[in-house]
């Protein structure tokens, strides 16, 4: 099976700052995959690369057969890469429906009841569809993850990239939201999740990454990559290691 996503020795630094040193990984179709490291070991950015929010230095990001480093994000998007960012900027003078319906005519380009179908129902998969009709200001931190995460999906994603979608929630939101990923995992939609909150990441991913200094320090299943000494090493035996009670 063709990967979906690879990464091709990309590079990228910031003045003297590296935050990809020669990095290659593959993403294959339905694949779930997690990803952590300390602050600002470069997660964030490398999500920027392959959305198109970022510009590598130098190497190549393919995705779906097609080289995609001189497509800017809106085309990206409509090739199948979709994105949550850590803080939710929704349309917040516009009602929750409307942010989604926009999603779905510009991302996935679908039009008149379609578009509204697919909003539809993806408010109902992420549990929204009982505020549609609220303004998207005036959502709670778990309401406004959720929109993020719903604008996202209406754009029908092959490949869904999640920045941080659990920090601030309580457990039981918790829950909420790895059983909302756990879903798109099993209807086919690759994933990649940034998380700090490893808790999550064990529930809902298969495979985990840890990246430090630029580069991969760890790739494989997930609680042998957190027993890594050397994942163990860049963390310090800190809490947020802790994988107990994995939801």
Same mark, same amino acid.
Request: proline share 4%.
């Given at each position: ?10 590079? =990228?630094?910031?003045?003297?700052? $590296? ?14 995959? #997690?990803?952590?490291?300390?602050? !600002?070991?470069? =997660? ?62 510009? !991302?996935?380009?679908?039009? !008149? ?26 959502? !709670?931190?778990? &309401? ?13 994603? =092959? ?59 760890? &790739?494989?299943?997930?609680?042998? $990559? ?10 310090? #035996? ?10």
């Amino acid at each position: 099976m063709a990967a979906l996503l690879e990464l091709v020795h990309i590079s =990228k630094r910031f003045g003297g700052v $590296v935050v990809a040193d020669d990095v290659s990984v593959s993403v294959e179709p339905g694949e779930a995959i #997690g990803v952590l490291g300390p602050n !600002g070991a470069g =997660k964030t950015t490398l999500f920027g690369m392959i959305s198109g929010d970022v510009r590598p230095d130098s190497g190549e990001v393919h995705f779906a057969g097609h080289v995609v480093n001189r497509l800017d994000s809106a085309a990206r998007c409509r090739l199948g890469i979709g994105r949550t960012y850590q803080i939710p900027k929704p349309f917040e003078r516009m009602s929750v429906f409307e942010n989604v319906l926009v999603a779905a005519q510009q !991302g996935a380009q679908t039009r !008149g009841p379609e578009s509204h179908q697919s909003a539809i129902s993806t408010l109902e998969r992420s549990g929204l569809l009982d505020k549609a009709n609220r303004s998207a200001g005036s959502l !709670g931190l778990l &309401d406004r993850k959720r929109l993020e995460l719903a604008r996202t999906l209406a754009t029908r994603p =092959k490949l869904l990239l999640l920045d941080e979608v659990a920090g601030g929630l309580t457990d039981p939101e918790m829950h909420e939201l790895v059983a909302v990923v756990r879903a798109i995992r099993d209807e086919g939609t690759a994933v990649v999740w940034i998380e700090h909150v490893v808790r999550a990441l064990v529930g809902a991913v298969e495979r985990l990454l840890c990246l430090s200094g630029g580069t991969f320090i760890a &790739d494989g299943e997930p609680r042998a $990559v957190l027993e890594s000494p050397a994942v163990r090493e860049v963390y310090l #035996g800190t809490e947020e290691l802790a994988i107990e009670g994995s939801v």
